[in-house]
């Protein structure tokens, strides 16, 4: 099975059936997805495919048609994405578990609302849980990347 990850060709033998998070974390390498629940609501797993947010650990590889990027993948030309540069500016991670998931959703958001209210950040952001409790530092930093990127 190939999956296109990051950018970049993979070629893994696998069950169809193994769920996309495993594949990233045990034959990828690929770290910064987590898994937390293992039933698509905390959010800790979330990478795009094809641009959408997924939960990996709700997704087989079967299911992957498109390119997938990882939180790893973010990154160009030598810089962090705006969101996650918002993220250490604002000093969002405490234990850091969660965080990986909460920038592709954040990212999301910005993408589909480039200018979002504390209700917009409110309602996309419910579904990341964070158990250190950082939520007042993620919708600081989603407004931090929202002025950073607007007219960009």
């Known amino acids: 099975m190939k999956l296109n990850v990051n950018g970049s ?4 033998d696998v069950e169809t059936e193994m769920p996309l998070l495993w594949a990233l974390r ?3 390498d690929i770290r910064g997805p987590k898994f937390g629940c293992g039933i698509a609501q ?3 797993c979330t990478v795009f495919i ?3 947010p997924v939960r990996s650990c709700s997704v087989t590889v079967g299911e992957v048609s498109g390119a997938v990027t990882t939180i790893e993948g973010l990154a160009a030309d030598g810089r962090l994405h705006p969101v996650q540069q918002a993220w250490i500016d604002e000093q969002v991670a405490q234990c850091g578990y969660c965080q990986a998931g909460q920038v592709m959703t954040a990212i999301a958001l ?4 480039p200018d979002p209210t504390d209700a917009d950040i409110d ?3 419910s579904g990341n849980l964070c158990r250190c409790g950082t939520y007042p ?3 600081a930093a989603i407004k931090r990347a929202a002025s950073a990127t607007a007219g960009a």
Request: include cysteine; glycine fraction near 8%.
């Open 9 to 12: 060709e993979h070629e893994i």
């Open 26 to 28: 045990d034959e990828l």
């Open 42 to 44: 905390c959010g800790a």
């Open 50 to 52: 094809d641009g959408e």
């Open 110 to 113: 910005l993408e589909a609302i």
């Open 123 to 125: 309602n996309a952001m």
């Open 137 to 139: 530092r993620i919708r």
